[in-house]
């Protein structure tokens, strides 16, 4: 799959013109082995270059660093014989040595950015290329799933995790792929490297702001998909019903890129006409360059409607004809964590557990399931700590359109978990303060008539709940399980 290549291969130049033949690359000094390339990136808390050292006594063949790092690792790289490369962006510059030394890559790509909707559009994404026959896997918060499947621990992994696994699938057969591009992953140069056909656009609204400075740098960090990585012949897929969504094709066309318009604004390429929805699902029609289209989808909540509309946009944008794709689209069903129907009480009253942890999706969860809904709507939120506390009483606003809401824990971290209770509560003062997310989940399925719904948001398809430093299991979806079964009456 790799094998060693020279710095050059790789698209480095060391200094003095010095040359090095590269067996592995690490950016943690405790994981190098002899030959290989050490990057010593920028941290937030400690620059890598102060593991130098390390890496050059576990046999490092050259060091990666910027100005900075090469600075604080004079001393250590004075008497060493090294390769040393000095990059203005060692990021990009790592993100594109990895792509070459791993080499291989699904030959078909698409990266989505969003705020919210960017699981839901890859895995739609993906499902829909399984669909029309094709080898294909989805990478990003639930890890890498489809027809090769492997464990990830970020949404957009490290350049070596990345350029490996998408090696790893083309080489088990994989040819199409759709990648989760987080702020974070934009802004660290993660996806740089990847060979992408199309790259889509869901929303905007506020998160991450514990990371970014403000609005405007996150909004960049999102834009960097098309502004950079998506090459100039690629096709960007743009939800522009989205305020943000205009400022993106804007970006997008100023790169010469294509263009494809979704949404339910007029002017849409592939807009949509109408939704009608049901208590399992919806009826969705819409229009493809003036054919008028009609199916049904099982899945809850208009958003998710919106989702499966951006991933079709993206899969034509691929070159899959347009009837196949909208032949496939009715076969769609829920991703894990999304909008899932977890539980149903024997009155038929029902459970949703929704990943929803900002404002914007909060809001836009409760509005989406109230169509589905002909009774009360219970909804259950919390927010995590040692994050963007600016957003905690937001998000008590947010389900104000919820009949009855539940304030929880959602993951304290080091946080006193009262507090994070509490900024919430100052959005939402009528709520209901239940600690316990077990006991949150049990009293909210308990308060089910026939005709009503509970939806619990915040945690999705996560299986942890995060306290101090530890991980305690949990999984909402489990929880709703068991408390249904203990308040029917079903054995266990």
Same mark, same amino acid.
């Given at each position: 799959?790799?094998?060693?290549? +020279?710095? %050059?291969? $790789?698209?480095?130049?060391?200094?003095?013109?010095?040359?090095?033949?590269?067996?592995?690359?690490?950016?943690?000094?405790?994981?190098?082995?002899?030959?290989?390339?050490?990057?010593?990136?920028?941290?937030?808390?400690?620059?890598?270059?102060?593991?130098?050292?390390?890496?050059?006594?576990? !046999?490092?063949?050259?060091? @990666?660093?910027?100005?900075?790092?090469?600075?604080?690792?004079?001393?250590?790289?004075?008497?060493?014989?090294?390769?040393?490369?000095?990059?203005?962006?060692?990021?990009?510059?790592?993100?594109?040595?990895?792509? @070459?030394?791993?080499?291989?890559?699904?030959?078909?790509?698409?990266?989505?950015?969003?705020?919210?909707?960017?699981?839901?559009?890859?895995?739609?994404?993906?499902?829909?290329?399984?669909?029309?026959?094709?080898?294909?896997?989805?990478?990003?918060? +639930?890890?890498?799933?489809?027809?090769?499947?492997?464990?990830?621990?970020?949404? +957009?992994?490290? #350049? *070596?995790?990345?350029?490996?696994?998408?090696?790893?699938?083309?080489?088990?057969?994989?040819?199409?792929?759709?990648?989760?591009? &987080? &702020?974070?992953?934009?802004?660290?140069?993660?996806?740089?490297?990847?060979? @992408?056909?199309?790259?889509?656009?869901?929303?905007? %609204?506020?998160?991450?702001?514990?990371?970014?400075?403000?609005?405007?740098?996150?909004?960049?960090?999102?834009?960097?998909?098309?502004?950079?990585?998506? #090459?100039?012949?690629?096709?960007?897929?743009?939800?522009?019903?989205?305020?943000?969504? *205009?400022?993106?094709?804007?970006?997008?066309?100023?790169?010469?890129?294509?263009?494809? +318009?979704?949404?339910? &604004?007029?002017? /849409?390429?592939?807009?949509? $006409?109408?939704?009608?929805?049901?208590?399992?699902?919806?009826?969705?029609? $819409? %229009?493809?360059? !003036?054919?008028?289209?009609?199916?049904?989808?099982? @899945?809850?909540?208009?958003?998710?409607?919106?989702?499966?509309?951006?991933?079709?946009?993206?899969?034509? /944008?691929?070159?899959?004809?347009?009837?196949?794709?909208?032949?496939?689209?009715?076969?769609?069903?829920?991703?894990?964590?999304?909008?899932?129907?977890?539980?149903?009480?024997? %009155?038929?009253?029902?459970?949703?557990?929704?990943?929803?942890?900002?404002?914007?999706?909060?809001?836009?969860?409760?509005?989406?399931?109230? #169509?589905?809904?002909?009774?009360?709507?219970?909804?259950?939120?919390?927010?995590?700590?040692?994050?963007?506390?600016?957003?905690?009483?937001?998000? !008590?606003?947010?389900?104000?359109?919820?009949?009855?809401?539940?304030?929880?824990?959602?993951?304290?971290?080091?946080?006193?978990?009262?507090?994070?209770?509490?900024?919430? $509560?100052?959005?939402?003062?009528?709520?209901?303060?239940?600690?316990?997310?077990?006991?949150?989940?049990?009293?909210?399925?308990?308060?089910?008539?026939?005709?009503?719904?509970?939806?619990?948001?915040?945690?999705?398809?996560?299986?942890?709940?995060?306290?101090?430093?530890?991980?305690?299991?949990?999984?909402?979806?489990?929880?709703?399980?068991?408390?249904?079964?203990?308040?029917?009456?079903?054995?266990?």
């Amino acid at each position: 799959m790799s094998g060693e290549k +020279t710095l %050059s291969e $790789l698209g480095l130049t060391a200094r003095g013109g010095r040359e090095a033949r590269i067996s592995g690359i690490s950016v943690d000094s405790r994981a190098v082995m002899p030959g290989h390339l050490f990057a010593a990136m920028p941290g937030t808390k400690v620059h890598g270059a102060r593991f130098v050292d390390a890496a050059l006594s576990q !046999g490092a063949a050259a060091v @990666l660093t910027d100005a900075e790092g090469a600075q604080i690792a004079a001393e250590a790289l004075a008497g060493s014989e090294v390769a040393l490369v000095i990059a203005a962006d060692p990021r990009q510059a790592l993100a594109f040595a990895c792509a @070459l030394f791993f080499g291989a890559q699904p030959a078909t790509m698409i990266a989505v950015t969003g705020t919210n909707g960017k699981t839901s559009v890859a895995t739609f994404v993906r499902r829909l290329w399984q669909e029309m026959g094709f080898r294909a896997v989805n990478l990003g918060t +639930t890890g890498i799933e489809g027809d090769w499947q492997a464990p990830l621990r970020h949404t +957009t992994p490290d #350049p *070596i995790t990345l350029h490996k696994a998408l090696a790893e699938a083309a080489l088990a057969g994989v040819e199409h792929a759709a990648m989760e591009a &987080s &702020s974070h992953g934009l802004d660290q140069r993660r996806l740089d490297g990847v060979q @992408l056909r199309a790259a889509g656009f869901t929303n905007f %609204s506020q998160d991450h702001l514990d990371y970014h400075a403000d609005f405007e740098e996150y909004f960049a960090a999102k834009a960097g998909l098309f502004a950079r990585v998506l #090459p100039e012949e690629g096709t960007a897929v743009v939800n522009i019903d989205d305020a943000r969504g *205009i400022d993106m094709l804007a970006i997008a066309k100023a790169r010469g890129q294509e263009t494809l +318009t979704v949404g339910d &604004s007029q002017g /849409a390429d592939l807009r949509l $006409l109408g939704q009608r929805f049901d208590a399992t699902g919806q009826e969705l029609r $819409l %229009s493809w360059h !003036g054919v008028v289209e009609q199916f049904r989808l099982n @899945l809850i909540g208009g958003f998710q409607g919106q989702n499966a509309l951006l991933a079709a946009g993206l899969v034509i /944008a691929c070159g899959a004809e347009a009837e196949d794709v909208f032949r496939a689209l009715p076969k769609l069903d829920t991703v894990r964590g999304r909008m899932q129907l977890a539980a149903t009480r024997d %009155s038929g009253a029902a459970v949703y557990v929704d990943f929803a942890h900002t404002p914007d999706a909060v809001s836009t969860a409760i509005k989406a399931l109230r #169509p589905h809904v002909m009774g009360r709507l219970v909804a259950i939120i919390g927010a995590g700590g040692d994050r963007d506390a600016g957003k905690r009483p937001l998000m !008590g606003a947010a389900a104000e359109h919820a009949d009855v809401v539940i304030v929880t824990d959602d993951n304290p971290r080091s946080e006193d978990p009262a507090a994070i209770r509490l900024q919430v $509560l100052g959005g939402a003062p009528e709520a209901i303060e239940v600690g316990d997310r077990a006991e949150a989940i049990l009293r909210g399925v308990d308060m089910l008539q026939p005709g009503d719904a509970l939806l619990v948001c915040g945690k999705g398809h996560e299986t942890g709940q995060i306290v101090g430093d530890t991980v305690y299991p949990f999984d909402d979806v489990e929880q709703a399980s068991v408390a249904v079964a203990a308040l029917d009456g079903r054995g266990l």
